[in-house]
């Protein structure tokens, strides 16, 4: 008997729509940034893309701006941004896509789920008794908010004192660079969560350290 769900309100899906929408803007620039990279043939085709990035940058920055006061629009939203955005290495785009990917954190029962319903969850391949391959994230989950904790976890490996201690644990236990990046990406899906779940701002003395 699973726990009903509450549904989306229309800040939340008009927050999603948005979201999404600015994902796939990003790619388009970042298609059009390759074929400048490649060297077109024609002049014609170089200025055309490089009109092409111009008016893609105005509108990344346009729809970013929407995002931002779309996400305030809500008391209750603005509120939980604020507490997103104490985590060092989460700013307001990120948290923006956590809120528009995750409508009620408190249909997870912990942050675990979360980090499965997310995808964050390292997969084991074993095949008989004598091949065991490295474990890699699972495939399965929500792509959208898997992917909004990529490049934070790249800053907060640089910027959060807690993570960069839990990167150097890591590190010191022989894992590699991609398995410490997905291991940061979970780590801060679950402070995401706990911030919010606690009602209180992000404090590394507070939020359990231990991975």
């Not at 400048?36 to 002049?43: C, E, H, N, R």
């Not at 908010?145 to 839990?166: E, G, K």
């Not at 990046?181 to 003395?205: C, E, I, T």
Request: aromatic share 6%; net charge positive.
């Amino acid at each position: 008997h699973p726990a009903p769900t509450t549904p989306p309100t229309p800040q939340q899906e008009q927050l999603q729509e948005l979201t999404r929408h600015l994902d796939s803007l990003k790619r388009e620039q970042t298609r059009v940034r390759n074929r400048l990279a490649a060297g077109p043939v024609t002049d014609w085709v170089e200025r055309d893309l490089h009109e092409q990035l111009a008016s893609l940058r105005r509108r990344i920055g346009d729809l970013e701006r929407a995002i931002e006061t779309a996400s305030h629009q809500d008391p209750d939203q603005a509120h939980q941004m604020e507490l997103l955005t104490s985590i060092p290495g989460l700013g307001p785009l990120t948290a923006a896509r956590f809120l528009a990917e995750v409508p009620d954190f408190r249909r997870f029962a912990q942050a675990g789920d979360l980090a499965a319903y997310a995808g964050l969850v390292p997969k084991q391949h074993d095949s008989g008794t004598s091949v065991h391959k490295k474990p890699t994230l699972s495939k399965a989950g929500n792509a959208h908010l898997r992917n909004a904790f990529y490049m934070p976890a790249l800053s907060a490996m640089r910027c959060n004192p807690l993570i960069r201690r839990f990167v150097d644990r890591l590190a010191q236990r022989g894992k590699a660079k991609m398995t410490i990046v997905a291991a940061v990406m979970h780590k801060l899906l679950q402070l995401a969560y706990g911030v919010l779940k606690s009602n209180r701002p992000f404090d590394p003395n507070y939020v359990p350290t231990t991975p």
